[in-house]
């Protein structure tokens, strides 16, 4: 019998990761950051408002429900949710780069090149949140057991002057780390990508997670500047948050930016070799 030849399997385009960075490069990212920002400034600034007053309507509404023992890693996981949420700065830094004036309604309504991708990305983010804000549920049962939980003011002044309190907030903020790393490691670059690129999210997810562990140090640095800006919102009472949103969704743009240029640069050396 005479067999029917098969089209021959693609080989997988190797791709150039580790693009030996400085580690002061997300220096530069926040510096574009805070130019694209203030480059037609009401845009960004009614978006980061926007996204402020979000977050102080669903934390009054955790304590008009009394339910505080999730404020806390609720507050952690806006940080898993940040770069889904960011996608409309995004969109501003594309405009901008182009040429186009941005205004507030083409960042409401972005043209992604995944649409349904992007959404995609975002329910993982979404499942990542709900497991951490069960894992810390489960971790209060573990130190204080199955107790009603206190006041807030109670639990504050347990967690901080208590030998139990100490374990909780060490093993709670090494597990929220731990799911915090992995939400930025598939997301930092994956939706930016998805915007810019017509191509599947477990794709643009394992690009964001490799260039993440193949550039640890500049990945590190730039995770430190969101965590430190994070907490500056949240000892100005969200307030910052106006401001440091938006300087850190434009600044994520100019990183997604930085590894497609770089990646390209590689393509067009290998192909000339």
Known sequence: MTEIASPAMEA???RNHALNMHVATPLKWLRAGVSDTF?????????GLAVAALSAI?????FKIGAYYIIFPALAGFMVMGPAIAVGLYEKSRLLERGERPSLTTMMFVKAKSPGQILFVGVILMLVLVLWLRAAFLLYALFFGMVPFAGFDQIVGTILTTPLGWGLLGVGTAVGGLFAAFAFAISAFSIPMLMN??????????SSM????????????WGLIVVLLFALSLATALIGLIVIFPILGHGTWHAYQTISKGER???LEEASG
Do not use: C, H, Q
């Open 197 to 206: 690129e017509r191509i599947d999210a477990f794709t643009a997810m394992g």
């Open 210 to 221: 490799a260039f993440s562990w193949n550039n640890k140090g500049v990945a590190i640095v």
């Open 39 to 47: 480059r037609y400034p009401p845009s960004s600034l009614t978006y």
């Open 58 to 62: 669903i934390i009054g509404g955790l």
């Open 265 to 267: 640069l590689f393509d």
């Open 12 to 14: 997988p385009t190797r």
